[in-house]
């Protein structure tokens, strides 16, 4: 059965990106004992992202100048991109961008992914929205050594541990990664 991720790094005080919506501070955590995300990746069918999530990727990355580097990334799974705007594709890249709630899209994001599972590889408001309507499965959060004054918040919601269930943690060189199955809400 397929399963909803949402897999990210943080702070130590809970921000995914700095206020200008920079990774910068988790590249420049040494990564060797890092977790493994083939591992990770080899299971995923599916990517889903927002909008500034993908434009940072592409924009970081230089995927419009070389594209083939998507393939490096992302390989041929479909990555759904929740925008209300327009945005460029690199040449090859199979992105499909989303309007609207997560639940209108969520059947054909699912359908997608196969036999694989969902990633939601960020923002946090994203990741919330799935969270709201009771498909998040999973939330896994590899904490990093930082700590930044403010910026993008790793899950814009309150959730309490009536909600989240500790599968395991772990530490991976300079990371704390912690696996929590997400419950449904009794509302839900």
Do not use: C, H
């Amino acid at each position: 059965m397929t399963r909803i991720v949402y897999y990210t790094a943080s702070t130590l005080n809970g921000f995914l990106a700095d206020e200008d919506n920079s990774l910068a501070w988790l590249f420049a955590v040494d990564d060797s004992g890092g977790p493994d995300m083939a591992a990770f990746m080899a299971g995923m069918g599916v990517f889903v992202e927002g909008s500034t999530t993908y434009e940072w990727v592409l924009r970081e990355e230089k995927l419009l100048e070389n594209p083939a580097k998507w393939q490096q990334y992302y390989g041929s799974r479909p990555t759904y991109v929740f925008s209300s705007r327009e945005l460029p594709v690199p040449s090859g890249a199979d992105v499909r961008f989303v309007r609207g709630p997560v639940a209108d899209a969520l059947p054909a994001i699912v359908a997608a992914a196969g036999d694989g599972d969902v990633w939601v590889v960020g923002g946090g408001d994203l990741a919330g929205q799935f969270l709201d309507i009771g498909a998040l499965d999973e939330l896994v959060v590899t904490m990093a050594p930082a700590v930044l004054s403010g910026g993008a918040p790793l899950l814009p919601r309150n959730v309490g541990p009536d909600r989240l269930e500790l599968r395991s943690a772990g530490m991976f060189g300079q990371f704390a990664q912690l696996t929590y199955g997400v419950k449904k809400s009794e509302a839900q």
